[in-house]
């Protein structure tokens, strides 16, 4: 009676590890299916977009015209 339980139990891991390898087998080629369509979707998102060298300006530009007008509102303010 014990050497069949021995022998089910070897042959239960045996399973075991034939589920666990096909199981890591699969995991890897969705993870690298996955990966493909991330680098996929990142390229397609990265196809219609800018340096940033004209919001740099525009930033630029718009601190120049804070800080003019804030010199105005205070030589206005002062010289009243």
Known sequence: MYMGIIVN???????????????????????ESEAQTDSTK????LKNTSEGINFGWIAVIAAIILICGAIWLTTTLVGK
């Open 9 to 31: 139990q070897d042959d239960r891991t045996e399973l075991q590890k034939r589920l666990a390898a096909e199981l890591q087998e699969r995991a890897k080629k969705k993870q």
């Open 42 to 45: 990142d390229s397609a998102m």
